[in-house]
């Protein structure tokens, strides 16, 4: 009898033993997949910049779709190499060290940050990334200096944006007008100045309402480099104490040298014209139709604060915009930019003859154009940049950058339509002008 009950209990012992096992597995399982749904992991900031479609923030930006640089380096071309290693230093991921501490952060971008302004010593001249023997001659002064972005201001106009204020005007300019001049077009700035670029209150020309315009000129140092030129600094000087709307700075002005224009009025804006809502950045040689500029303008403004009520951020970029465009193989042409500087397509950008933004959208560029290379084709790095914060110039077809037809020039009707036409010459502006006047009335 008992050794019976001793083999029950074991059989007993050996069934429950397998039931027991199973269903303590069952319960870690149970266990396990509540521990799953309800844990939420800690919030990581990402510190991954790319360039994308969309910017979710200020510092942030989406996975590129289509990137303009690629992840991978391709080609030997010098700006091509720049580019790469200015990306893996302002990206974690390219630059492959993502456990440098924030103070060795700091001290390479306050590094950079020395390598923007050395320009005197060229001390951060990469020498070793090119020859510069190799460069055509056009180019050669470009890349000696293209890592300079700071130059001291010559002729400032700090108050320009407090000034002339009458209980009828706005507190502050609706439009900026920032023209890129040379310091021998005084005619062309007369022009402007008596005609379209008139500074003041302008109505418009189809709604009574208008805004306030400021003009201001950009120029550079006298380019004594192309031949014997006449001292004009007295003249310049002159000037500048009648009219007091010139901005110039310590930097040869040459064509090559415009998009350094970009940037330092950007600086200057942010500092003495934050208020001013939007920009148009043109030459010297193009005529606006400023009336009827304002009615756009004043109209995407009240649609943008219809839309987003709360967003003060207003991404607006127009133009005469361009796709698909190629370098300019031609050593013949000024746009002269050879494979072994640049290797590629150009980015969508706008016609530099002229453009409109937002101060807005300035600001974002003054602040992205730090993660861009320079590039000698100013209206191509406005595009590289917008194409950095995932954003693209809107084309607007009175944008005429490369003019109208010849037969249509002399008629006043065929410009009802247009707000800029490129190019003019300071005669032609004057005339142009007066042809114009009570243009709604006449067609």
């Known amino acids: 009898m008992g050794k019976c009950c001793k083999c029950n209990g074991r059989l007993l012992c050996m069934c429950l033993l397998p039931c027991m096992m199973t269903g303590h597995l069952l319960i870690y399982i149970l266990v396990t997949i509540f521990v799953t749904i309800s844990y939420t992991p800690p919030k990581i900031t990402v510190h991954y910049i790319a360039p994308g479609i969309s910017a979710n923030s200020g510092a942030l930006a989406s996975y590129p779709l289509s990137?303009?640089?690629?992840?991978?380096?391709?080609?030997?071309?010098?700006?091509?190499?720049?580019?790469?290693?200015?990306?893996?230093?302002?990206?974690?991921?390219?630059?492959?060290?993502?456990?440098?501490?924030?103070?060795?952060?700091?001290?390479?971008?306050?590094?950079?940050?020395?390598?923007?302004?050395?320009?005197?010593?060229?001390?951060?001249?990469?020498?070793?990334?090119?020859?510069?023997?190799?460069?055509p001659a056009q180019l050669r002064t470009f890349v000696k200096s293209m890592h300079c972005r700071s130059y001291p201001i010559l002729i400032n106009q700090p108050t320009m944006c407090k000034r002339n204020r009458t209980k009828s005007a706005l507190r502050y300019p609706m439009l900026l007008i920032a023209i890129k001049s040379q310091v021998g077009n005084f005619e062309n700035r007369q022009a402007i100045r008596e005609t379209w670029g008139r500074s003041g209150f302008v109505t418009g020309e189809f709604k009574k309402k208008g805004g306030f315009v400021q003009t201001v000129f950009l120029l550079g140092r006298q380019d004594s480099s192309t031949g014997p030129h006449p001292d004009l600094k007295n003249f310049l000087d002159l000037e500048n104490r009648k009219y007091a709307d010139i901005l110039q700075w310590d930097f040869r002005d040459s064509f090559f040298n415009l998009t350094l224009k970009d940037l330092l009025f950007w600086k200057w804006l942010q500092k003495y014209c934050p208020t001013a809502v939007f920009i148009f950045k043109g030459d010297d040689d193009v005529f606006v139709r400023t009336g009827a500029?304002?009615?756009?303008?004043?109209?995407?403004?009240?649609?943008?604060?219809?839309?987003?009520?709360?967003?003060?951020?207003?991404?607006?970029?127009?133009?005469?915009?361009?796709?698909?465009?190629?370098?300019?193989?031609?050593?013949?042409?000024?746009?002269?930019?050879?494979?072994?500087?640049?290797k590629g397509a150009y980015p969508t950008y706008a016609g530099g003859g002229g453009v409109v933004y937002s101060r807005s959208l300035a600001l974002r560029l003054k602040a992205v154009s730090r993660r861009v290379c320079l590039f000698p084709i100013d209206d191509v790095y406005l595009g590289m940049c917008m194409e950095k914060l995932g954003l693209s110039p809107s084309h607007h077809p009175g944008f005429l950058t490369f003019d109208l037809p010849e037969t249509d020039r002399e008629n006043p009707c065929a410009y009802k339509s247009v707000l800029l036409v490129h190019r003019r010459n300071p005669k032609e502006m004057l005339t142009l002008w007066h042809k114009l006047q009570n243009l709604k009335s006449r067609c």
């Open 67 to 135: 990137p303009f640089w690629k992840l991978h380096l391709e080609h030997s071309a010098l700006w091509n190499r720049l580019q790469h290693s200015l990306d893996r230093h302002y990206n974690p991921i390219l630059r492959g060290n993502a456990t440098r501490t924030s103070k060795e952060s700091r001290a390479k971008d306050s590094s950079q940050d020395e390598c923007f302004s050395a320009c005197a010593s060229r001390k951060c001249s990469d020498s070793h990334l090119y020859d510069v023997d190799k460069i």
């Open 293 to 342: 500029l304002l009615d756009y303008l004043n109209q995407q403004w009240e649609d943008h604060k219809r839309r987003l009520a709360n967003e003060t951020r207003m991404d607006l970029f127009v133009g005469d915009v361009i796709h698909n465009a190629a370098p300019n193989r031609d050593p013949s042409t000024k746009y002269y930019i050879p494979e072994s500087f640049y």
